[in-house]
């Protein structure tokens, strides 16, 4: 599904400059995480934090905590907006030139210790996604929020963030190609 322009705007925009959203209506059952996971959605069950982002408001009115939001039953005929992997990336490819830089908040082997902080910070305005590091003896899940325009920017930001979260550090660096083509589409 394709947003379209409204009425009075065909004229004077084009196609790029609509962001092309799509609308999965819940089943019984269903939660942000596994409709993230789902292969016609977002293909992976940690990008259920950008189905919270972008469907914030309605998912308040189902009053769900913040720290059972990812995996709490959804009602049937919710309709859950998403953006789809190939919208991210073509996304990610027009904000690449200069928005590269990245805050890393938090790690650990469980990613149930970062949903909380991840909705905190998207209840705040900012843009928390989860990434996965494998070594060879553990999966770490990173909290990060970006993506910013340079060093200082995102130095500012992490401050806030470590303040508003209650963390004692963080630190500053700059995605590799990948996590932005990854994750940088889904950002404001």
């Known amino acids: 599904m394709i947003a379209a322009a409204p009425a009075y705007a065909q004229s004077t925009l084009s196609d790029e400059d609509f ?7 819940t089943e019984k059952g269903d939660t942000l995480r596994d409709i993230a996971g789902r292969a016609d959605v977002l293909r992976d069950p940690l990008r259920w934090i950008f189905l919270y982002r972008l469907n914030r408001d309605e998912l308040a009115r189902i009053k769900i905590p913040p720290a059972k939001i990812a995996d709490a039953p959804l009602p049937a005929g919710l309709n859950i907006i998403y953006i789809s992997p190939l ?17 890393n908040l938090y790690s650990g082997t469980q990613d149930r210790e970062v949903e909380t902080l991840a909705v905190r910070l998207a209840d705040e305005g900012y843009n928390p996604y989860i990434t996965r590091i494998f070594s060879k003896k553990n999966t770490w899940f990173r909290l990060r929020a970006g993506f910013f325009e340079d060093h200082g920017q995102a130095s500012e930001a992490g401050r806030q963030m470590i303040s508003l979260l209650g963390l004692p550090k963080f630190w500053v660096l700059q995605a590799q190609v990948k996590e932005i083509t990854e994750y940088s589409g889904y950002a404001d």
Not at 87 to 103: C, D, F, L, P, S
């Open 87 to 103: 919208e991210a990336r073509k996304q990610a490819v027009k904000k690449a030139a200069g928005r590269t830089w990245v805050v």
């Open 19 to 25: 962001q092309t959203f799509r609308i999965y209506p």
